[in-house]
């Protein structure tokens, strides 16, 4: 039986179906960088996680905080290496859901 063919998609339905794409992709980077940042902050003591939320707080509010997702181009107190945006809006919820908020 042969397939039967989908009509294009209108201009509208394209840019619906592309959203979707950029969505779930969005989605499956976000949840990435909150269980790296998950695994980590599990292992910090209650001082590092208010240091670092502090940090977050003031670099995330700044201007020119950039929420890309892969250029690594912040760096934190006792946080190792360079992070892009987007790692550091997941670890920012992942400490508050370590808080309890």
Known sequence: MPKKKQPPLTTPQQVEAEREQRVAARDRIDYSYAVFWTKHARLWDKAK????AQQLTALIGS???D???YQRTY????VEGTHSGASLLAL???LDALRGE
């Not at 996680?49 to 670092?52: I, N, S």
């Open 92 to 94: 920012q919820k992942v």
């Open 67 to 69: 929420a890309n997702f």
């Open 49 to 52: 996680c208010v240091a670092v």
């Open 63 to 65: 201007s020119d905080f």
């Open 75 to 78: 760096t934190l107190e006792n």
